[in-house]
């Protein structure tokens, strides 16, 4: 698959010479690990943003239990931890496979 | 509790920290050294470290406390102290170990290509740094207090002795050895007892913390006030005084009608049996079932009070200067990004524990509602709980576990502002040319010093309180500029030194009114205790436009400082020549 373009230099001297190409190159770079980023720190954001709201507005299920336990204390206690780990491991899997793909990329020949 | 055993397990903490630390040493010869373990260390030990850095006085007794106080809506401090690391991730590590900095005001100089902005990163690194450490101070001088009685100053004292030694012996490299075995002597310190203490409270008949009422003493108690304390009386009760109150000496019988009375540093009250207990009047008492739910419950404003703090915490951690130095201890990216994702794993395990010690302390130290003092019911719940040998154990673990938490976090921070001293306020000292080592360390004792004594000549708030205050400030400065520096090429020099001073002006300005005057009450009051959600906006606001308004003064080796921060290390490409260490341009 490195030979379907047969060009004699690879990206990486566009980045280097800061050809427009070479910009491109970056910017695209950039601005994926940036969606990636917002994505992430949005969803979780967002999620925990929501609960303080939900509870004002849905006193009800404050009251909630689980195993004599109050729900909020449930999900703030404990079960936000693995949520975070696991988003986090998502996050680092999905940004090292941008990278791959990027060095993949600019060092075709 | 069994003083002796408290101070062996004090003195034995402070011992290993430092024999480890002295395994850990290898002569420093340059800053590299000195400052980054020349980035030779494995991801393990790194996320350790940050553990063990991280977890201050405010997670080992702070969030404790604040459960015990005021319940379910301060579960929200460990949630954030967790997530601050994932918005770190997403956001900043990768980037920032890529750009070879070793400090926030490298970074600072490295993007933005300006010694101004430099300068004033600097000085936030140092206030911030000292922010931090003036809780941990205060928490070391209650704590030997609590466990063994000694006089509030000489715990300080110890934390300030210990810290010296080992940065001054043996700088990052020591400090990186140090602090992963304090992760990990804090988990166990921490989530041990939990075991021994939910027997107990089985054993108890399990006793519901919820109710319509504020806490109650159990049984007749005896409640010794160690430092002085106003409390505020709600209910009429009959004591047992001994000491003194109001000013007047007294002993025997004593009727507290409704109101508040000064209670003098040594007085003993004991209460009967099911008498409501009064709060001191820093705390705002809260019935069971405000506490067991969330915005019911104490704080006026608690909506909004949550969400401040949530995003300070959130964006404080990435600019918390002593969290940011281990970042580039990591050999490039990818490891930076791997090794927070264990910090995530290290973290969430060691937070599971501190809320069950405040929900305990509901039920068996209700006194420390009346004494204010409930950072200590971690300290004092497994001696109350446990009986015997066996509690006096618990109890020197947990003794144990809460000074590796203040070794831990102030030799941390006391390095990193040691650092930033050296290298930028304190130069005209040094001679000038390179940085010094003997500049370092005498930039260490400065460090050091000044939180020292903030601490003992400032008012005692909650450790959590202070240190959200710290994470308030490093929100509303260096998170808009990191953010900014990594992903967004058109920030300036001078949009940077306006937010900067803007969210850091505004934010210190809070801090200050807060610590100074106490917390004020009503809506303004509600602000200035939670800054952030106003500081942070306000700061990103200005940046963005000054930096809009002055288009010409894009650093000029953006595009190439952009490839250093983002392209990943297996590619061959040039990332230019900057380096921390020959930095005159």
Known sequence: MWAVRARRRTATSDIDEQTRLGEVYMRSLIRTQLRLGLLTAGAVLGLFGALPLLFLVVPGLRELELLGVPLPWVLLGVVVYPFLVGTAWLYVRQAERVERDFAELVQRR | MNSSLALAAVAATALATVLIGAYGLRIARTTSDFYVASRTVSPWWNASAIGGEYLSAASFLGV?????????????????????????????????????????????????????????????????????????????????????????????????VVVLVNVLSGGMRSITFVQAFQYWLKLTALAVPVAFLLLAWQADGAPPVRGDDVPAFPETTRVEVTLDVTVEVVEPVVVQAEGSVDGEAVSGPLELEPGSYDVAEGTVLTFPAGAPVPHADRLTPVTGD????????????????????????????????????????????????????VVLVLLGLFYLWPTIYGVLGRLYAPDLLLTGRTDAVVLVLPGRMVEGVGGELLGALVTAGAFAAFLSTSSGLTVSVAG??????????????????????????????????????????????????????????????LLLGIWW???TDVGALAGLATGGGLATAAVLVTIVAGPLDGLPGALLAQPAAWTLPAAVLVM????????????????????????????DVDRGDWHPERRVR
């Open chain 2, 290 to 341: 405000a506490w067991a739910l969330p915005l019911e419950g104490g704080r006026e404003y608690s909506l909004y009070a949550t969400y401040s703090l949530v995003l300070a915490l959130f964006f404080g951690t990435m600019g918390l200067p002593h969290v940011l130095v281990r970042f580039y201890t990591n050999p490039d990216g990818r490891a930076a990004r791997r090794t927070t994702l």
């Open chain 2, 64 to 160: 404790a406390g604040l459960v015990l106080a005021y319940g379910s809506d301060m579960l929200w401090f460990p949630v954030g102290y967790t997530a601050g690391y994932l918005v770190l991730l997403v956001f900043v590590a990768a980037p920032l170990r890529r750009s070879g900095a070793y400090t926030l005001p490298d970074f600072a100089e490295a993007r933005l290509e300006s010694l101004a902005v430099r300068r004033l990163a600097s000085v936030l690194v140092v206030l911030i740094g000292w922010l931090y450490l003036l809780p941990q101070f205060q928490a070391a001088g209650l704590t030997l207090r609590t466990v063994t009685g000694a006089p509030v100053w000489a715990g300080a004292a110890l934390v300030a």
């Open chain 2, 420 to 481: 930033v001293l050296t290298q930028d306020l304190l130069r005209p000292w040094s001679g000038g040319s390179a940085v010094s080592v003997r500049a370092f360390r005498v930039a260490t004792v400065v460090a050091v010093l000044v939180p020292f004594g903030l601490a003992l000549l400032g008012r005692q708030l909650g450790v959590a309180d202070v240190v959200g205050l710290a994470f308030a400030v490093a929100a509303s400065s260096f998170c808009p500029l």
């Open chain 2, 544 to 571: 963005v436009l000054v930096s809009l308004a002055t288009p010409r003064r894009m650093a000029p080796g953006v595009a190439r400082t952009m490839v250093r921060l983002h392209a990943p290390e297996v590619l």
């Open chain 2, 489 to 491: 090429r058109r920030l």
